[in-house]
């Protein structure tokens, strides 16, 4: 069905102007709660297709369409769990509390992999030496925390 789609929007530049309009507010609005789509995701959204076929614009009901696509509902779902963490007393934290330690750590790495990671750039090379040396003389327990309050780990 998306070859047919392709084909539309190779065809007509209007569409396809129309296409990466709705596609950009999309992608946006879904970057807003902590999901991550791409334009292929965009083209299987009916309200999306819509949009470029028709003069009537991207509808509200398109994020929740693509909150249904199967590669993206599981994202959704935990972009939710995290948003719900972030309240003081939600039903997450007993959800949590229920769960043995190793559970909560595999939890909460699911959860810091489902973040968008943040670029670092790279320490200037006196810094970088400056660190290297303060490392050095720190204890091995303390070593790999302060690597990475420094930006070396």
Do not use: W
Not at 3 to 11: G, P, V
Not at 121 to 133: G, K, N, R, T, W
Request: charged fraction near 25%; aromatic fraction near 2%; hydrophobic fraction near 45%.
């Amino acid at each position: 069905m998306t070859e047919t789609f392709d084909s539309i929007l190779k065809a007509d530049h209007l569409a396809q102007a129309r296409f990466d309009a709705a596609s950009a507010k999309l992608i946006a609005d879904a970057a807003q709660i902590g999901i991550a789509l791409t334009l292929d995701d965009c083209k299987q959204v009916p309200s999306v297709r819509l949009a470029c076929l028709t003069d009537m614009g991207l509808t509200d009901a398109a994020l929740e369409e693509a909150k249904r696509l199967p590669q993206i509902a599981a994202a959704a779902q935990k972009a939710e769990f995290a948003r719900q963490l972030s309240e003081r007393n939600s039903a997450a934290h007993a959800e949590i509390a229920q769960l043995n330690p190793s559970q909560r750590l595999k939890l909460g790495r699911e959860i810091e992999r489902s973040r968008p990671q943040e670029e670092k750039s790279p320490l200037p090379s006196e810094e970088a030496h400056a660190a290297m040396l303060a490392l050095q003389s720190l204890p091995p327990s303390a070593r790999l925390s302060y690597a990475r309050k420094v930006g070396l780990a």
